[in-house]
């Protein structure tokens, strides 16, 4: 086992490189980039990012600009100073060429030193960091909600399949995917955000502005009651997809020849399946674990939390894409990345914890 985890620590590093390889090279011919963005903001032209410059003399906006022949290869920069444009290219990092910039980019994301944000007056990390609450919350929350409901809930149609039960609650789940969580976070803030017909739940906020005045059981209530609704709608497709495929996987598993020689030994039904089914059929979920919790954890709350104004990794990152603001999108990628390849893994190694059959030592990676 040890050789295994090892060689897939080794994997991780090329998997790594491609994936940042990839993106920088897609950056580089990605038009609107953070020069342009400030041009843009200085000409008039957009209101991009809230931008200065450093070690220039305070606002772009109280820059003084003379004429400038020529072309530029920065849309809307003729007429600008090239000095000006010389100067947003050193602040930027883009007077270095690609090769060399990437290479910077590396060598600082193994010491794990990701910069500053281009737009925003903090690092990278302390901007990630400042975020973490709403995602971690929603995160965490859907998962262990999703997970907690749907494997019982599949497990239950796989022993039912077939009866009156199996056909409705498979309605009930076939509709709730069908649903986007987004209309259905409408719909919820419609009715019980101070929509139409109830004010019940808050609109926007992880937590309340009081909230550092409450009591310990005050803000634990106040927590939840501002995570309700979001909850309740990303729960939607997670709880969805977790059942069928719970229920597909056990139904495949119950079929088979070792089930129908386990009742012959006179096993009773509970036995089969908590004792031989489980572990076998619980792989195909726990391979699906990882996948879940990354797109719950990390990318699929933007919408939501756009609806519930919550402002966690999802926001952060759309915005940071809009901006053009690099640091923080490499930074992001980066550490995603990773975080995903080590629960990956973490996953792979939780195989064994269920069905020791599996060695991994045996086959190649």
């Not at 940071?320 to 690099?326: G, K, L, V």
Request: charged share 15%; proline share 4%.
């Amino acid at each position: 086992m040890g050789a295994y985890i090892l060689r897939r620590l080794l994997l991780m590093i090329p998997t790594l490189l491609g994936i940042m390889a990839i993106s920088f090279i897609v950056v580089q011919f990605a038009p609107g980039g953070p020069v342009e963005q400030v041009i843009a903001q200085v000409t008039g032209q957009a209101g991009g990012a809230d931008a200065r410059i450093s070690g220039g003399g305070g606002d772009i906006g109280a820059q003084s600009f003379e004429s400038a022949g020529g072309t530029s290869r920065y849309r809307g920069a003729q007429g600008l100073d090239p000095e000006f444009i010389a100067q947003l290219e050193r602040q930027f990092g883009f007077d270095k060429p690609p090769l060399e910039r990437f290479g910077l980019m590396l060598w600082n994301y193994i010491r794990f030193d990701f910069g500053e944000s281009y737009f925003r007056d903090i690092s990278v990390v302390d901007l990630i960091l400042e975020k973490m609450p709403v995602s971690i919350s929603l995160g965490i929350w859907i998962t262990l909600i999703s997970y907690g409901i749907s494997i019982p809930l599949g497990i239950r149609k796989a022993v039912k399949d077939g009866t009156p039960f199996d056909v409705w609650t498979s309605g009930i789940v076939i509709i709730a995917y069908a649903i986007p969580s987004f209309l259905f976070a409408i719909l919820l803030m419609v009715l019980f955000a101070g929509g139409s017909f109830f004010d019940w739940f808050p609109l926007r906020g992880l937590t309340s502005d009081n909230w550092a005045s409450l009591s310990w059981p005050e803000r634990i209530l106040d927590y939840f009651w501002h995570l309700t609704l979001p909850l309740t709608a990303l729960v939607l497709s997670a709880f969805a997809t977790t059942t069928l495929l719970t229920k597909n996987s056990f139904l495949d598993e119950i079929r088979k020849q070792y089930v129908v020689t386990a009742r012959a030994k006179g096993l009773s039904e509970r036995q089969a399946l908590y004792g031989h089914v489980f572990r076998n059929a619980m792989l195909l979920i726990i391979a699906g674990f990882p996948g879940a919790f990354i797109s719950s954890f990390f990318t699929g709350s933007l919408l939501i939390e756009s609806i519930f104004s919550l402002d966690g990794l999802g926001l952060l990152g759309f915005r940071s894409i809009i901006d053009r603001d690099y640091p923080v999108v490499f930074a992001t990628l980066y550490i995603f990345s990773l975080i995903g390849l080590i629960v990956s893994l973490i996953s792979d190694l939780t195989y064994t914890l269920i069905d020791p059959r599996i060695d991994f030592e045996r086959r190649d990676v």
